[in-house]
Every structure is written in structure tokens, then in C-alpha cells.
């Protein structure tokens, strides 16, 4: 059943209509009311007056987190703060945080495409939703309440945290579908074992995780843990939230909501478009936002377009899951890698916790790569023997998939930092 199948399954030509159009105003908008874009274009000498393809697209200048910042907090603002009612902010890993705002109507549309994801993820208004992203400057917690609520789903606005009284209620209240990162997903798994319950006597079926990357086989593992169906969805405070984009239950990609949102993918070196299929940095431009447009968003995050129609029948394209992000990308001893490729290979072997940690340091002037991870009781309390077995095990399966060498230390379970938001993998301390 679709949400909305007068516009996700648009033949391309009406969308790309659609798209110009809605892009022409979104121009005239920025041009006409945010002195930041109104410079810029006048800079390019971009006429968005007469602005007839989206081809046209790539003349346009890109926005950057730092273009953010540097108008914090309200300078990309292109309406007044008397006509926004809801202010969200990212604080981000690095320096300043970003605001961004939204008018009664962006609420609306927001709490539609989050409508739309959660359908396409298998939700109805029939299903017990628990919300355990947090509720507050974070985008997760609201946007996903708002879109359930206008689904018409029983929303158990929990929050995050607290794991034993968030399966409490899980199993009183007859949660049908669960919504957190996907490494919370795991916690709630383990310490559901850990209370002795068995997850099949829950009522859970369908899982929306997102927030922050993770793999096809953590899926596998929250799938199997938790006996669900997990999907991904993927979005961005910048661009909006939650919603940007989610999976079907086909869970092969997730359709981006192109009515809402233009998108390209950039080769982060050259910032030329690659073609489809090619891996590259996902740029957004918002079609409909009022209160806080972007043009030419550079998310950072790496991606490809999966070029192939969708069996389920939605015409909106699919991105491949994020694989990482163009600067999260480790470079170690001249190769890049990616924190995702690690989990990976530890989740394909026996004796390990899906928990782990990358320490990277450097020692006379050499990277020197440490991945922490947890191994299960049975191997770390067993005889020395068996853990240097499973160390040089991880070693090696780790040099074929990365091509260089690091070390590998296994911890006591539950010795690494659980979080139950965005988990931090990387330590890096190098001074570069
Ligand atoms: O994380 C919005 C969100 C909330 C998305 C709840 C999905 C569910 P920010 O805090 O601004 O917004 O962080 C955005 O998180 O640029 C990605 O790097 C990462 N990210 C978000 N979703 C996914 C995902 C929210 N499904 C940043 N897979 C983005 C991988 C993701 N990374």
C-alpha cells in the first residue's frame, strides 16, 4: 500500500516538470530574501529569473556546513523568525553548532515525507511505534513523532535511554515497530538477552533505524536478535531531518523523496557530477523548504544512485546506503578507509560482540591503526591460546579487506562506550 502513489510512482518527465518549477521558486526565494545567495548569484551572475533546466543546476554555487556557521545563527534564514515555529540545531561532532528553522507549512511537509518513509518501511496506522531517538535540538525524536502521528500510528514518544524500562514498555505497551540508530537497536538486543526475555514473545516486526552509518550484516544481526524486518532511513538537519530518504520493504536502497529534494552525486575531489551507479558525495538542493533552503547542500556523505527500477513500483530513485563520509574517511599510511569496511569483517566472525572502537595514532612518523573489540565471554575468559587465535584471525581477514596491516586488541564485553545516539567508532590522535 502506498502513501502517496500519485507522486512516488510520477513517471520521470511530469517529476522532472515538477522539479524545475519547484526549483525556480526555491531560486527566487533565496535570491530575493537571503543576502548570503543573493551575493553569490550576483558573484556567478546567475539570472534565476530565467533559470529553464535543471541541467542548469550545476552552475549553480555549492553551500557547505561552513557557509552555516559562518551565519550562525539565523543568517541563511529566508523568511522572518515570526513566521518560523520550530528551531532545531546539529551540534555536530566539530566546532560551532548549525540552526536551522522551519514555517508551519515545512512542518507540514516534513511530517508528510516521514509519513511516506514509514509507510514505505511497513508501518500503518495499526502498528505501536517507540520513539527512542532523543526528543530535543536533535532532529530524530520530533520528526519521526510528527510523521507517525500523521500516519495515524499509537506513537510511545520514550525518548532515548534507559534500555531495561524502554522493553518494559516494549513488551506492556505491544510495541509493533521500533525507531532509534541502529547501534541502540543492538543494545535493546543484548540487554533484552541479558533480562533473560525472548524476543519472539514481543509483538516488534518492523524496525526504522538511521542516523548513522551501519552495515548489511548489523542488519542481519539486529534482524536475527530481534526477529524484525530492519530498514533504513537516512536524512540530514540541514536538508530537513528525517525523511530525506528511506527504504522500501523491498531493504535494497532507499527511495529519495525527489519531490522534495533534488540530488546529485559529486566526485568530492572535482565536484563534477559522476554518472549513475558511481560512488560519490551526495549534494542537496530542497525543492519545497520555506523557512531554510539549501542549495547544492555538500552532505558529506558517500553514496551511490542505484539505477535499476524498484520492484515495489515507487518511481523515486534509490541511494545505496551511506558508505561513509568523505571526511570520516580514514587515511591510513596512504589508503583510505572506511570505519564501515572494519565493521564489516568483525561482524562476520565468530567469538566477537558487535561492539569496537578504531584507535588511530602515530608513532615515528608511521599510522598505527588499533581496533578495539569486544570478544564474547567464553573466548576471553578461555585459555590465552584461543584469543591469539581469534587476534590473528581478525588480523588477517582485516589486511585482505583494507590492504594494510593494524593491530587488534580484544576487550570484556561490555568494556566499550555504549551509546544510546550516534556512536563514536574513530579516535583518531594523530596531530597532523
Ligand atoms: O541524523 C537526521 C536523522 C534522524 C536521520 C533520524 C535519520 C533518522 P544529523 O544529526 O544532522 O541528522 O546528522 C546527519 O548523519 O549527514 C549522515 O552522515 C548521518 N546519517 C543520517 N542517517 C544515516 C543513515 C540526522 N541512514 C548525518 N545511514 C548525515 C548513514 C546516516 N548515515
Given at each position: 500500500m502506498?502513501?502517496e502513489?500519485?507522486k512516488e510512482?510520477?513517471a520521470?518527465?511530469?517529476?522532472?516538470q515538477?522539479?524545475?518549477?519547484?526549483?525556480?521558486?526555491?531560486?527566487?526565494?533565496v535570491g530575493t530574501h537571503v543576502p548570503?545567495?543573493?551575493?553569490k548569484f550576483?558573484?556567478?551572475?546567475i539570472?534565476?529569473d530565467?533559470?529553464r533546466?535543471?541541467?542548469?543546476?550545476r552552475?549553480?554555487?555549492f553551500?557547505?556546513?561552513?557557509?552555516l556557521?559562518?551565519?550562525?545563527?539565523y543568517?541563511?534564514?529566508?523568511?522572518?523568525l515570526?513566521d518560523v515555529?520550530?528551531?532545531?540545531s546539529?551540534?555536530g561532532?566539530?566546532?560551532l553548532?548549525?540552526?536551522v528553522g522551519?514555517t508551519?507549512n515545512d512542518?507540514k511537509?516534513w511530517?508528510?515525507?516521514?509519513?511516506r518513509i514509514l509507510?514505505?518501511?511497513g508501518?500503518?496506522?495499526?502498528?505501536?511505534?517507540q520513539?527512542?531517538?532523543?526528543?530535543g535540538?536533535?532532529?530524530g525524536?520530533?520528526?519521526?513523532?510528527?510523521?507517525?502521528?500523521?500516519?495515524?500510528?499509537?506513537?510511545?514518544?520514550?525518548?532515548?535511554?534507559?534500555t531495561?524500562r524502554?522493553?518494559?514498555?516494549?513488551?506492556d505497551f505491544?510495541?509493533?515497530?521500533l525507531?532509534?540508530t541502529?547501534?541502540?537497536a543492538?543494545?535493546?538486543?543484548?540487554?533484552l538477552?541479558e533480562m533473560?526475555?525472548?524476543?519472539?514473545?514481543l509483538?516488534?516486526?518492523?524496525?526504522?533505524f538511521?542516523?548513522?552509518?551501519?552495515?548489511?550484516?548489523?542488519r542481519?544481526?539486529i534482524?536475527?536478535?530481534?526477529r524484525?524486518t530492519?530498514?533504513?532511513?537516512y536524512?540530514?538537519?540541514?536538508i530537513m531531518?528525517?525523511g530525506?530518504a528511506?527504504?522500501?520493504s523491498?531493504?535494497?536502497?532507499l527511495?529519495?523523496?525527489?519531490?522534495?529534494?533534488l540530488?546529485?552525486?559529486?566526485?568530492?575531489?572535482?565536484?563534477?557530477?559522476?554518472?549513475?551507479?558511481?560512488t560519490?558525495e551526495l549534494?542537496?538542493?530542497?525543492?519545497t523548504?520555506?523557512a531554510?533552503?539549501?542549495?547544492?547542500?555538500r552532505?558529506?556523505?558517500?553514496?551511490?544512485?542505484?539505477p535499476e527500477?524498484?520492484?515495489?513500483g515507487r518511481?523515486?530513485r534509490?541511494?545505496?546506503?551511506?558508505?561513509?563520509?568523505s571526511?570520516?574517511?580514514l587515511?591510513?599510511?596512504?589508503?583510505?578507509?572506511?570505519?564501515?569496511?572494519?565493521?564489516?569483517?568483525?561482524?562476520?566472525?565468530?567469538g566477537?560482540?558487535p561492539?569496537?572502537?578504531?584507535?588511530?595514532d602515530?608513532?615515528?612518523?608511521?599510522d598505527r591503526?588499533?581496533?578495539?573489540v569486544?570478544?564474547?565471554?567464553?573466548?576471553f575468559?578461555d585459555?590465552m591460546?584461543?584469543?591469539?587465535?581469534?587476534?590473528?584471525?581478525?588480523?588477517s581477514?582485516?589486511?585482505?579487506?583494507?590492504?594494510?596491516s593494524v593491530?587488534?586488541?580484544?576487550?570484556?564485553?561490555?568494556t566499550?562506550e555504549?551509546?544510546?545516539?550516534?556512536?563514536?567508532?574513530v579516535?583518531?590522535k594523530?596531530?597532523?
Open positions: 502506498y502513501w502513489a500519485e510512482c510520477m520521470r518527465d511530469a517529476l522532472e515538477l522539479q524545475l518549477e519547484r526549483l525556480q521558486s526555491t531560486l527566487y526565494r548570503f545567495y543573493r551575493k550576483e558573484q556567478l551572475r539570472d534565476y530565467n533559470f533546466s535543471l541541467d542548469a543546476l552552475t549553480l554555487p553551500t557547505t556546513k561552513q557557509d556557521r559562518d551565519n550562525y545563527p543568517g541563511l534564514f529566508a523568511v522572518p515570526r515555529v520550530r528551531i532545531h546539529s551540534s561532532t566539530t566546532g553548532a548549525t540552526v522551519y508551519r512542518i511537509n511530517s508528510h515525507l516521514v509519513a509507510t514505505a518501511a508501518v500503518t496506522a495499526d502498528d505501536v511505534i520513539i527512542a531517538f532523543g526528543y535540538l536533535f532532529t525524536g520530533f520528526g519521526l513523532h510528527y510523521g507517525a502521528e500523521r500516519l495515524g500510528a499509537s506513537v510511545i514518544p520514550i525518548s532515548a535511554g534507559n531495561q524502554q522493553i518494559r514498555i516494549m513488551q505491544k510495541t509493533t515497530a525507531v532509534c541502529p547501534s541502540y543492538l543494545i535493546i538486543a543484548d540487554t538477552l533473560g526475555i525472548n524476543p519472539s514473545g509483538s516488534l516486526r518492523v524496525g526504522l538511521g542516523a548513522e552509518p551501519w552495515s548489511e550484516a548489523m542481519r544481526e534482524n536475527d536478535k530481534l524484525i530492519a530498514t533504513d532511513n536524512g540530514l538537519s540541514e531531518g528525517p530525506v528511506g527504504e522500501c523491498e531493504c535494497n536502497g527511495h529519495i523523496n525527489e519531490d522534495h529534494f540530488v546529485e552525486v559529486v566526485d568530492p575531489e572535482t565536484l563534477e557530477p559522476v554518472p549513475d551507479g558511481e560519490g549534494v542537496i538542493t530542497t525543492l523548504k520555506e531554510f533552503p539549501m542549495i547544492r547542500y552532505t558529506r556523505d558517500l553514496t551511490r544512485i542505484i527500477p524498484c520492484p515495489c518511481t523515486m534509490r541511494m545505496q546506503r551511506i558508505m561513509g563520509r571526511d570520516d574517511m587515511i591510513i599510511k596512504g589508503v583510505n578507509v572506511f570505519p564501515i569496511q572494519i565493521e564489516k569483517v568483525l561482524f562476520e566472525i565468530e566477537t560482540e561492539h569496537y572502537q578504531i584507535i588511530v602515530r608513532e615515528n612518523h608511521s591503526v588499533t581496533v578495539q569486544e570478544a564474547n565471554e567464553s573466548i575468559f585459555e591460546r584461543k584469543q591469539r587465535v581469534l587476534i590473528e584471525h581478525i588480523k581477514r582485516l589486511a585482505t579487506e583494507l590492504g594494510i593491530e587488534v586488541k580484544l576487550v570484556e564485553a561490555k566499550l555504549r551509546t544510546e545516539g550516534k556512536s563514536k567508532r579516535i583518531d594523530r596531530r597532523l
